[in-house]
Each structure stands twice: as C-alpha cells, then as structure tokens.
C-alpha cells in the first residue's frame, strides 16, 4: 500500500539555525500538505501546496517558513532561523484531491528539536 | 506523533465492548469530516470520513454519525481490541478567513482498551 514518507524521523538543531523537513508524498497524489503538532496539543495545518505553488497557508506559516517541490517525487518545509517554539513534530499529507474533497493521508512525522 | 495530551479526555472501555467517540465541530459550513487514529509515535492514520448529505456511514468495525443540526459527531467503534488504543481525532474541512478551505482537527480522545 502506498504512503507518505518522511525524513528524517528526528531532527535536533541550534536555536537560529535552518533546518529543511523532507517527504515523499504518495505518487499519484496532486496536493501536499504540512501540518505540526506541538506536543499534548492537537494537530494545526500550516499550509497546502497544489501546481506548484502555495494554495493556501495559516498564520503560523510566517515568513520564516517555505515550501518547495525540488523534483517530481518530494516535498520539504523549510525553516529559514529556528526559534525553540517551533519545537513539534511535523506531519507532511498528500490528497489525490482538494482538503475539500478528498481524504489526506499522513507520513509519520518528524519531530523536530530547537535547543 | 505523541499526543501525550495530559488533558486529554480518555475513554476506558474492556475489549469487546463498543466504543463511543464523541466531537463537536465548530463551522457550520463544513462539508465533509474525518476520524484520524493516532497511535504514539506515528501520524494520524485516517479511519472513516463522512460528507455532509449523509448523517451515518459504515466501514469495518467503525461507523460515523453526524448530527448537523447541534454540529456534533461521532465514531463508533464495535468489539473494540486492544489494538484500538490511540488517540482519536475528528477533523472537519473548515473555511479559513481566504474562503479557502483547510482541515482543522479537534483536540482528541485518548482510548484506552483493557484486556
């Protein structure tokens, strides 16, 4: 059965620091998403990515963060100057369809460190 | 994805019995719903959805309520197994302020199914 993947599974790093969160969405999938979770805290969608470009991101996607669809199979957040809230873990989703219209399926997270 | 959630409302049930998850979702314009399970560790896994023309939905094991009128959803879970264990999420596709739609989840159930 296929599914989401994502690497790597822990990432630790230095408070002002980058830090680039990697996944495999499903193949055939059309829309990708981040969400995170804070932990004991539910899960918050930070932002969908559809053709390429950003279809639709919450207030807690600043400036800081940013997507991107290096090739044809993967998908990364990126966090340009860490700070120690952005501790969580961090699901990527993919969709065939829109959030609207089709069921997401999640990859196992990356839980993210800020020292 | 640990949702240790000390918070969390936690449902303790025997094996065998039938389990009740209850959620109220917030926007009435909301067309279409999702239970995730999460186990700790992993990423939500998706268990059944339900679109708003339909008020029940049956899958393996697992059936779907939604009342419209007082907003309010529910999963059942028939003969539950100890490997039911998780946290359970109800998510709904709301409207963010754009007039896009995203999924926004509620805050969870902890299930605990003993043997």
């Known amino acids: 059965e296929p599914e989401v993947t994502q690497t790597p599974s822990h990432q630790v790093t230095q408070m002002g620091q980058e830090v680039i969160l990697r996944c495999v969405p499903i193949?055939?999938?059309?829309?990708f998403y981040w969400y995170r979770q804070i932990l004991g805290q539910k899960v918050e969608f930070l932002v969908s990515?559809?053709?390429?470009?950003?279809?639709?991101k919450s207030e807690i996607f600043d400036d800081q963060f940013s997507v991107e669809r290096p090739d044809g199979s993967n998908f990364t957040l990126k966090i340009r100057s860490t700070k120690l809230e952005d501790s969580a873990m961090y699901f990527c989703?993919?969709?065939?369809?829109?959030?609207?219209?089709?069921?997401?399926?999640f990859g196992p997270g990356t839980r993210l460190t800020v020292l | 994805g640990e949702s240790v959630g000390l918070h969390l409302p936690t449902l303790s049930v025997q094996e065998g019995d039938n389990s009740i998850i209850n959620c109220a979702y917030s926007?009435?314009?909301?067309?279409?719903f999702i239970w995730y399970k999460q186990e700790s560790g992993k990423g939500p896994q998706f268990i059944i959805d339900i679109r708003s023309n339909m008020d029940k939905r049956q899958g393996q094991r697992v059936t779907v309520l939604l009342n419209k009128t007082v907003k309010h959803l529910s999963l059942q879970i028939a003969a539950t197994q100890p490997g039911d264990s998780a946290v359970y999420f109800c998510a709904e596709n709301a409207y963010m302020d754009t007039g896009r739609r995203a999924l926004t989840f509620g805050s969870g159930t902890r299930l605990q199914v003993q043997p």
């Open positions: 989703a993919s969709s065939l369809g829109t959030a609207g219209t089709d069921t997401q399926y």
């Open positions: 990515f559809y053709n390429n470009e950003i279809s639709e």
């Open positions: 926007n009435s314009a909301s067309d279409y």
């Open positions: 193949s055939n999938h059309l829309y």
